[in-house]
């Protein structure tokens, strides 16, 4: 085989390996067609690509198996063992995914069929899809119906690289303001997903409410409108590292703001709820009429969730 044809041959299986890994199905008669080649020597391919995953797993890699499936016309790869799903967690996975309602309809069935084709086992998967087709079919799109999943990893790896950015960003009231900052953290909370960043050069006495917050803005990810990665480093001490974990125990209602104790009184039925909905919630008492909680919370958007919870709970000064 000559340098051409050898190159050739690289570049159609890396081709079919990178399809398989994006979950797609292989059908030997539409690749035979795309690179002028004829089936037996896609079906070479394949079971090339078969003894490397074979020898990969052997390597303690994750265990992939090329499988040929009847029902899709094709091969595709699944995962086995210990690193597949259960029946169990991928219907979990997939209700949460579902009533996340975090992406558009158009974005979330591809994630929900590559989870299924690449995690779960075939003879499971019909059983899994009929347990979740009706939540499916009836879908509900958030009402700005923008698509903003294709951004998250090049957000991710400023957020990582802690390169700054660039961002037009769409304020609650409509109006759209240009901003560089430095972006330290991606959170998802009852239905979106957040940007937590520092705002450079900001005119803190015009812009904060309250103009000594230490503490990252807040940032819908759908409300920004355009972003560039600048070639920018920004640096953060490593005793003052943003910690994702800890901020998000204490902004449950993703408003910024100051970080607060509050300490009120709760008299309903089901306390574990209180407790899990404040990460940082502690009893203090045991009272009569229910309990004393204290939290360290950030912002004002607990002063709604109070305010939801009607006489069940009231603050104490």
Known sequence: ?????????????LSIYTKLMDGEVINKTAEAEYFGVNQRTIQRDIDDL??????????GDVRRELIYSREDGGYRLVTRGEDALTNSEALAVCKILLESRAFTKS????????LLRGCVPMKNQRTVRELITNEMFHYVELSHHRKYLESMWEIGEAVQKQLCMKIEYEKQDGTVVERV????????????????????????????????????????????????????????????????????????FMYGGRLRKIKFIYKGKNVDAVLDRLPT??????????????AEVFGDGVDMWVRSQGENVCYID
Do not use: C, W
């Open 107 to 114: 974005e979330m069935e591809p994630i929900i069929n590559k």
């Open 50 to 59: 078969r003894m490397f995953f074979e020898d990969k797993a052997a390597e």
């Open 181 to 252: 900052i430095e972006p330290v953290g991606i959170m998802f909370s009852e239905f979106y997903f957040y940007l937590t960043a520092f705002i450079e050069d900001i005119d803190r006495e015009k812009e904060f409410r309250n103009k000594d917050d230490i503490f990252p803005t807040i940032y819908r990810i759908d409300r920004i409108r355009r972003f560039e990665v600048l070639d920018r480093h920004f640096d953060i001490p490593y005793k003052d590292r943003f910690e994702e974990g800890e901020f998000r125990k204490r902004i449950q």
């Open 1 to 13: 085989m000559d340098k051409m044809s050898n190159g050739f041959k690289y570049s159609r299986v």
């Open 281 to 294: 919630a502690k009893i203090l008492e045991k009272v009569s009429d229910g309990y004393i909680i204290s």
